[in-house]
């Protein structure tokens, strides 16, 4: 199996969302920074303020990806505060569609979009952020039949906790940074279920939800959903690819440090889990996006190698990624 490569050695990027437009292989990642904010299970540490995109010329294995520049910053968007986290970009009747993560004034996470006329920007964001949204890392997924899904959600810093009461999303009466609640005790019983990531259909013109927000199901090889207790149960990063006409759902399992993913038939779920994609890297975070290009598939992800284990200064890697003959993706382990 081949070697990882790293794609940008210059700066700091994680949280890659890799796609093919227009026959050209794009990436939009986070923008790692310093800073002198204090380590914390919320995610603190992690003060990303704007978006570039890049472009690989070439075979991903072997070259450089391009900086083609900036493309939305924090002070252009008016009801984000900081936090700008992970994102991607969906294509739609010739626009495109940055659905990206960040903190409001009153440091609460939503989802907001951004339109553009080319996949390299310039990006344009409405003033609001999606209506009934919440919580981090969105995957936008465009379907055989042209309609697009956001996957997201992500637990602690991501605060996906404050919003699985039962009866609605709210995080009403809820002190910034604490998690009480139904869900987030029951998130603390090793025999509870896992929280679940969400998924929801988007409106034609991929600027507001179209629907209530799904919650997306993972159940294990016996059927049942997998527990809290599960090194292999959601906690961020969702990602969706198909395969061979399968619905691939691939997400982090967080403090467990594993890429995993599980197989549905439809873009709903359930999904049942298939298996560890990647082995733990350096750093905390594990995070992905799984693309096929030039009849080729790959793994982008990132780790803190070059920068020593700083957590919060993450590199942009790639590896190729395979299938064995049932359509099970072969595990890796990223050197």
């Known amino acids: 199996m081949a070697k990882a490569h790293y794609l940008f050695p210059k700066d700091y990027m994680a ?18 920074v310093e800073t002198d904010h204090a380590f914390d299970d919320d995610g603190g540490h992690f003060q990303m303020r704007d978006y570039h995109v890049f472009r690989i010329d070439g075979d991903p294995m072997e070259v450089e990806a391009t900086d083609l520049g900036m493309i939305l910053d924090q002070d252009q968007v008016p009801w984000v505060e900081n936090q700008m986290w992970d994102n991607d970009v969906v294509e739609k009747n010739g626009k495109y569609y940055l659905i990206f993560s960040a903190k409001d004034h009153g440091g609460v996470f939503h989802l907001g979009v951004a339109v553009a006329d080319s996949p390299e920007g310039p990006f344009t964001p409405q003033p609001s952020p999606i209506r009934g949204s919440f919580s981090i890392d969105p995957c936008a997924f465009k379907d055989d039949d042209g309609q697009v899904y956001v996957y997201f959600g992500g637990l602690w810093g ?12 709210t995080k009403e009466g809820v002190e910034l940074g604490n998690a009480p609640g139904k869900q987030a005790l029951l998130y603390t019983r090793p025999d509870a279920p896992a929280l679940p990531s969400s998924v929801v259909r988007m409106t034609d013109d991929v600027l507001q939800f179209a629907e209530a927000p799904h919650d997306v ?30 619905y691939y759902f691939s997400y982090s399992t967080g403090d467990s440090h594993y890429l995993c993913y ?33 009849g080729k598939w790959y793994l982008l992800h990132h780790d803190c190698v070059p920068s020593n284990d700083t957590t919060w200064l993450r590199s942009l890697k790639i590896m190729p990624l395979e299938y064995d003959a ?10």
């Open 326 to 335: 049932e359509g099970n993706i072969i595990p890796m382990k990223s050197e």
């Open 217 to 246: 199901i993972i159940l294990g090889k016996d059927g049942k959903p997998l527990r809290a207790s599960d090194p292999y149960r959601f906690f961020e990063a969702s990602w969706m690819h198909k395969y061979n006409g399968k």
């Open 158 to 169: 991501g605060q996906l906790q404050w919003y699985k009461a039962p009866e609605e999303y």
């Open 15 to 32: 949280d890659p969302a890799g796609n093919v437009f227009n026959g050209k292989f794009y990436i939009y990642p986070s923008h790692d």
């Open 262 to 294: 599980a197989v549905g038939d439809n873009p709903y779920g359930p999904f049942t889990f298939g298996g560890v994609i990647l082995e733990p890297v350096v750093g905390w975070t594990t995070h992905h996006s799984i693309v096929e290009y030039q």
